[in-house]
Nanobody, 120 residues
């Protein structure tokens, strides 16, 4: 499956963005988001199960980010609110075997990244 991420951009601190990850075909994979800031390792952000019923977030992002899934559109969304400069990174979506897999090494397929820049 191929994944296409979009929706990144430049936003002021406190603003919002919604990222989209569209799959090339219907998939039952869990879909996750990771991010990588310059000079940093790629880190887990959030994941949603194939049926959309289960989600998991990195502890530091709970309450600000919301992941959702529309399987009729083969698309997963990441709504990001109250953005902070430290959220600046390239965001990647990825196909995962399940929501318990939250390490980059466990990813089946990566989408290309989308840049999110939060200005102070």
């Amino acid at each position: 499956v191929q994944l296409q991420a979009s929706g990144g951009g430049l936003v002021q601190a406190g603003g919002s963005l919604r990222l989209s990850c569209t799959a090339s075909r219907r998939t039952s994979y869990a879909i996750g988001w990771f991010r990588q800031a310059p000079g940093m390792e790629r880190e887990f952000v959030s994941v949603i199960s194939g049926d959309g019923r289960s989600t998991y977030y990195a502890d530091s992002l709970k309450g600000r980010f919301t992941i959702s899934r529309d399987n009729t559109k083969n698309t997963v969304y990441l709504q990001m609110n109250s953005l902070k400069p430290e959220d600046t990174a390239v965001y990647y979506c990825a196909a995962l075997p399940n929501i318990a897999t939250r390490q980059p090494a466990g990813v089946f397929y990566w989408g290309q990244g989308t840049q999110v820049t939060v200005s102070s």
